[in-house]
């Protein structure tokens, strides 16, 4: 299990909010979700993954509620909040920019 | 979205702060949430339960190390953010003393200066008088509706004092002056004339001895002192002693009772004595001569608008009662503070923390342009903090932070510098000041420094909103390229605004001096057609002795035969009160055969007496008719000379000589009076905007108790006075001569308030001036730095260092042209609201506009070519490889 420490804090911040973007999760499921849509290349330490989600919190992207979950327990919800939602835009932006680029110099032939 | 993002997050943080037990207890239940469910799906997998839960723990990594961080990313609320930046920005602060010492000073000077004059505006305006039930008590007066004349009467002041339950008590007072005999040269004092509540009514009581009893308020049993502090020290040497000594005044002996406290100043002014407050019968029942002042105290369940209320009613059942004598004046209660502060006094000392708070704003543009230079150069350090996680408006909050910080200090040390500035305005304000307020209120109290908080505060915010905007806008890639040579644009746009700022603000400010310099010296050497530097001045207030007017008259002849002998004198004359001298003396005038509709409708004009040969030393013209001479006399036709202003008015496009009229106010059977010239016009005070209505009557036929003198002298006016005073004293030893100085000198001493003002305005505006030379010099040397790379292309493709001067300069000055255009706007416009300060010149005067903005092109101009200079030494060789 390959630890994802090439990934840019940045960019742990927008896998994070766009999955939270598709439906409300609890910090289990959000890793579960990565590792699935991701079919198990994106995989985030779970020790990461809280101070990550708490870090959102503070900054007003995501909010967190706690809900009854499956066995009888309270589970931290969190879901995306409208400011959240334009932060998810401008970052996803930025992203397909500098992937772009970066694909651009990627494919060059030799010459 | 700053603002929304903060305020969305504020329950959290809160939260955060408040409840961190909860929130960690909350912290923990997540975790292990997360790591039950994990153990379930290994369980799920096959592990066994216990090896399950093992796994997902090492799975999960550090749990304490991931709570940590966890707390960590909480910790990061505005308290302590606050804490660290202010730490960071303390640290950044040491690391460039220079910058630091520069701004911090720049800042003291600005903040010092605005606290300064802010403790000045306070005491003029709300604290002008001390007096510990100051806001009890109310200044009670009446008021006549044609003339402003303003007083109270001796036997209404008896009436409304018995009546009125409003107020626990009233006392009436009155300033006297009188000469203080019984050494070798009578010394003028003035003093007051109270009531014997007076003390009790103000709330103080002499602090040696007592104060005044009812009884004394008669006539021959006034003979009893209370001195003043100053007094006390300076002629009893400050002994306890002093009660039962006697001082003379006016050749009559006092004896000494009671001596004030120091610092004690009611009425405002300097007095060196009270004295009891006894008038004649025939004094006491006058209705008319608004002769005294009255103060009252509030009673302990009233208030002011009830009081008033009172008083109206009063006043109708007196002047239904009264109906002559009360006739044209209506009662006026009012705060006494109230009293005190006139509009112009406000007005002035609102002018003056407008100029300091422009000089401030001006630093201030200085100080955030510095800092946006230095945050240039910050930007690698910014680009990393932001990729690390911090968002651009926590970095914009830490510069803000930084300037708050620079503010904070430079505020600190401002108070300092406040304090110095204070007691340097103490020594030097003018003595008339004193009839305006306290100085004993003067000092940096904490009203005043709450105020410098607030302006610290704003000044910080205001410097350091520059760096801080720049940063919420840069872009992160291009200040972690290698160099960051791209000239980032909100930068310089933000530089520009700053320097067309600050050459508007210099503009208004050295306008408004320039303003307040040209006001004064017209005023100042308004008379000199008459060549006041030969006329000698003085003043002379007859004893009660002289009261009958036969006395009276004769002395004033002998005294001026005996003057005109004096070899030196061209011409002696006397006069009721000399023009700038604070005489007034409005009268009321009746024409036979004009109906009035009330005797409200009365024309005002001002009386004066004088002597023949008064016109002629004063180089007034006879314009009709003649002059005074010795016909006119006791016994003779009553004559008056009347001015222009008062002919034009009265008797519009006729002749007036041989035209008869009444005084009102002349106690017995107003007898007519003939005019028999008309005298041109003179101005009788210096902010007089037109010419008065005066009307003259020869000494002989109206000697007053109180006369100004005036002598044309081929020599120094000042060597005659000994002569002056010798011929006095021959007559009458008892009589001092008050206030002896040249006509320059009266002239220049009620200008004197006005030039303190000038000369403030000045200062301040050399000082915006020079932080504006540093501003232009530092921006222009900026840009001449950042285009470097433009100047050495052009310098290598073949452009002559006088072209790229040019080319430098032309922007600069562009800039600068705005500057001033949108300078002289706002002088325009700000000028209007000053115009009720400025005599003798219009609030646009061109003068002033064209010499001000000559002199702030020339010297900005001058700012912009030094640095621009150095474009032209730019070597294009190394411009082009410095990257």
């Known amino acids: 299990m390959s630890k994802p420490s090439d990934l840019v804090q940045g960019t742990l911040d927008l896998l994070l909010l766009k999955i939270l973007g598709l439906e409300p999760l609890n910090g289990f499921a959000i890793s579960q979700r990565l590792k699935q849509v991701s079919g198990d290349v994106l995989q985030v330490s779970d020790g990461s993954l809280y101070p990550a989600l708490h870090k959102l919190e503070q900054e007003g992207w995501i909010s967190a509620k706690w809900k009854a979950s499956e066995n009888n327990r309270r589970a931290k919800y969190y879901s995306l909040t409208r400011l959240g939602k334009k932060r998810l835009e401008k970052e996803t932006t930025d992203w397909n920019r500098l992937s772009s680029a970066i694909s651009r110099v990627v494919k060059l032939k030799e010459a | ?412 040390l401002g108070i300092l510098f406040a304090v110095w500035g204070v007691s340097i305005l103490r020594s030097t304000l003018p003595p008339q000041v004193e009839e ?122 002998e005294f001026l035969s005996r003057i005109q002998t004096i070899p030196g004198v061209q011409s002696a004359g006397l006069v009721s009160g000399l023009p700038y001298s604070y005489y007034d003396e409005p009268v009321s005038i009746k024409i036979p055969g004009r109906t009035q509709s009330s005797s409200t409708d009365l024309p005002v004009v001002m009386q004066e007496a004088a002597s023949p040969d008064y016109f002629r030393t004063v180089q007034m013209k006879i314009r009709e008719g003649r002059g005074f001479d010795i016909r006119d006399d006791l016994g003779t036709p009553s004559v008056a000379i009347i001015s222009e202003t008062m002919a034009q008015r009265l008797w519009p496009g006729e002749n007036p000589v041989g035209k008869t009229f009444q005084i009102v106010e002349t106690p017995s059977s107003s007898p007519s009076l003939v005019v028999v010239g008309v005298v041109s016009d003179t101005r009788h005070e210096i902010f007089d905007r037109s010419f008065r209505s005066i009307l003259y009557l020869p000494f002989q036929q109206t000697p007053g108790q109180s006369m100004d003198f005036v002598l044309r002298t081929t020599e120094p006016p000042l060597q005659l006075l000994s002569a002056v005073r010798s011929e006095l004293r021959w007559i009458d030893s008892n009589i001092a001569i008050e206030n002896p100085r040249t006509m320059t000198k009266l002239i220049a001493e009620q200008t004197n308030g006005l030039q303190y003002v000038a000369s403030l305005m000045a200062f301040f505006g050399g000082i915006a001036l020079i932080l504006t030379i540093i501003g232009i010099y530092g921006v222009v040397a900026q840009s001449v730095n950042e285009r470097k790379r433009e100047i050495g292309i052009r310098m290598a493709l073949g452009a002559q260092g006088q072209k790229v001067l040019a080319i430098i300069l032309r922007s600069s000055f562009s800039l600068i042209a705005i500057g001033l255009a949108i300078g002289v706007v706002l002088s325009l416009a700000l000028t209007q609201l000053i115009a009720s300060l400025i005599y003798g010149v219009s609030a646009w005067d061109l003068t002033a506009f064209a010499l001000v903005t000559s002199l702030l092109t020339v010297v900005a101009l001058l700012a912009c070519y030094i640095p621009a200079r150095r474009s032209m030494r730019v070597d294009p060789v190394v411009a082009l490889r410095d990257e």
Request: glycine share 8%; net charge neutral; with cysteine.
């Open chain 2, 1 to 412: 979205m700053r603002s929304k993002h903060w305020w969305y997050t504020i329950p959290l943080r809160l939260r955060s702060l408040f409840r961190q037990d909860r929130v960690n207890q909350e912290l923990d239940e997540e975790i292990q949430d997360h790591i039950e469910q994990k153990t379930q799906e290994l369980i799920g997998k096959g592990f066994s339960p216990h090896e399950a839960r093992r796994s997902a723990l090492v799975e999960f990594g550090g749990v304490e190390q991931s709570k940590e961080e966890c707390r960590d990313t909480r910790k990061v609320n505005w308290i302590q953010n606050l804490v660290k930046d202010l730490r960071h920005g303390l640290r950044l602060l040491r690391k460039s003393p220079g910058f630091t010492v520069v701004a911090v000073l720049t800042l003291a000077l600005g903040i010092g200066a605005n606290t300064a004059i802010f403790s000045l505006a306070d005491v003029i305006i709300r604290r002008p008088i001390s007096l510990p039930q100051l806001d009890r008590l109310v200044a009670v007066s009446e008021v006549a509706t044609a003339s402003d004349d303003t007083g109270i009467s001796a036997a209404n002041f008896r009436d409304l004092e018995s009546e009125c339950h409003a107020l626990s008590a009233l006392a009436a007072y009155q300033n006297v002056s009188v000469s203080l005999t019984g050494q070798t040269e009578p010394e003028k004092l003035n003093g007051v004339a109270i009531t014997a509540n007076f003390f009790s009514v103000i709330g103080v009581q002499p602090g040696l001895g007592r104060s005044f009893l009812p009884e004394e308020e008669e006539a021959g049993k006034d003979r009893v002192l209370v001195l003043s502090e100053a007094f006390w020290r300076q002629h009893f040497s400050g002994r306890p002693d002093v009660l039962g000594q006697t001082v003379f005044l006016d050749g009559e002996d006092y004896k000494v009772v009671g001596v004030m406290p120091p610092k004690f100043a009611f009425p405002l002014g300097r007095h060196a004595f009270w004295k009891p407050l006894a008038m004649s019968p025939a004094e006491r029942e006058s209705r008319t001569n608004l002769t005294l002042s009255a103060v009252g105290l509030l009673a302990p369940e009233s208030e002011l608008n009830q009081t008033r209320v009172e008083f109206e009613t009063l006043w109708t059942h007196l002047s239904q009662q009264f109906p002559q004598a009360n006739a044209g004046r209506i009662l006026r209660v009012i705060n006494l503070r109230d009293q005190v502060v006139l509009d112009y006094n406000r007005q002035f000392a609102l002018l003056l923390m407008g100029v300091v708070a422009f000089v401030l704003l001006i630093a201030c543009a200085n100080i955030g342009n510095l800092q946006l230079a230095r945050a240039t150069g910050r930007a690698r350090e910014v680009a990393v903090r932001s990729a690390m996680g911090a968002s651009r408006y926590r970095i914009a909050a830490q510069f803000l932070t930084e300037s708050v910080l620079l503010a904070f200090l430079g505020g600190v």
């Open chain 2, 436 to 557: 305006i307020c306290d100085l004993n209120n003067l000092r940096v109290n904490s009203t005043a420094i709450l105020f410098t908080l607030g302006v610290t505060l704003a000044a910080g915010i205001l410097a350091g909103i520059a760096p801080a905007w720049h940063q919420t806008k840069s872009d992160i890639q291009n200040s972690l390229r290698e160099g960051g040579g791209r000239v980032l644009g909100g930068r310089k746009h933000m530089r520009n605004v700053f320097l067309v700022g600050e050459v508007a603000l210099a503009l208004v400010l050295l306008v408004g001096a320039g303003l307040m310099i040209r006001s004064f010296s017209s005023l100042a050497y308004a008379e000199r057609s008459i060549a006041p530097d030969s006329l000698l001045t003085f003043h002379l207030d007859l004893p009660n002795r002289y009261s009958d007017p036969i006395k009276a008259k004769t002395f004033y002849a």
